[in-house]
């Protein structure tokens, strides 16, 4: 399985970038998505996940992001996606895309349940 991150880049506070999540090497219509972020001196944190099958509209989003991320994905261009609005400062980081199978959505927040993840893109959001 290969997980390839695009769409980071500088934004100015108060903009908006999409990232894309482009998976191949799996059935990507069973694989639960997640989008982790890592700013610079510190950990890994989650940002959002959306679920699978009769569950493909659950949702998380850390409390940080929510009301201005949303991410979403289509099954037929094996794609997730993460749309952010109002981008603040502290919003800049390295943002890795992560797959995986078998997933309890209650833990969608938790690295060690992802068993792929992508390269990062990097998000600088200046003030």
């Known amino acids: 399985v290969q997980l390839q991150a695009s769409g980071g880049g500088l934004v100015q506070a108060g903009g908006s970038l999409r990232l894309s999540c482009a998976a191949s090497g799996c059935t990507f219509s069973t694989n639960y998505m997640g989008w982790f972020r890592q700013a610079p001196g510190k950990e890994r944190e989650f940002v959002a996940a959306?679920?699978?099958?009769?569950?493909?509209?659950?949702?998380a989003y850390a409390n940080s992001v929510k009301g201005r991320f949303t991410i979403s994905r289509d099954n037929a261009k094996n794609t997730a996606y993460l749309q952010m609005n109002s981008l603040k400062p502290e919003d800049t980081a390295v943002y890795y895309c992560?797959?995986?199978?078998?997933?309890?959505?209650?833990?969608?927040?938790?690295?060690?349940?992802?068993?792929?993840w992508g390269q990062g893109t990097l998000v600088t959001v200046s003030s």
């Open positions: 992560a797959a995986a199978q078998g997933l309890i959505f209650s833990d969608s927040d938790r690295e060690s349940r992802y068993n792929y």
């Open positions: 959306i679920g699978i099958g009769w569950s493909a509209g659950s949702t």
